[in-house]
């Protein structure tokens, strides 16, 4: 099993910028795709941006691109989003998901995981 937790959320002023971590923890498991989604209320949960193993390939939304930047540190099994500029239409719960590897060595699956999310609130 994977546990992933959020942290970085808060309240900020249009204009400014906040970065949201994300730490995975458990045993035996290697991370794969991760992911960034966020969820505003009323709203179906978007996906926002994603980066690949080693960070080769990433993934924005349109509605970020140019103002949020992920990133991941394998060594640490820690994911990033830095958002700049934010906007009011950027307030969401935000949510770290990946896919991982788990199981003993001869019968490895892949499974899909999700963080208990972390709020972001821009005002205007």
């Known amino acids: 099993q994977v546990q992933l937790v959020e942290s970085g959320g808060s309240l900020v002023q249009a204009g400014e910028s906040l970065r949201l971590s994300c730490v995975a923890s458990g045993n035996g498991f290697n991370l794969v795709t991760m992911n960034w989604y966020r969820q505003a209320p009323g709203y179906e949960r978007e996906l926002v941006a994603n980066?690949?193993?080693?960070?080769?390939?990433?993934y924005y939304a349109d509605s970020v691109k140019g103002r949020f930047t992920i990133s991941r540190d394998d060594a640490e099994k820690t994911l990033y989003l830095q958002m700049n500029t934010l906007k009011p239409e950027d307030t969401a719960v935000y949510y770290c998901?990946?896919?991982?590897?788990?199981?003993?060595?001869?019968?490895?699956?892949?499974?899909?995981?999700w963080g208990q999310g972390t709020q972001v609130t821009v005002s205007s």
């Open positions: 980066i690949s193993v080693s960070g080769i390939r990433t």
């Open positions: 998901n990946a896919d991982a590897y788990v199981g003993p060595m001869f019968n490895r699956r892949l499974q899909n995981y």
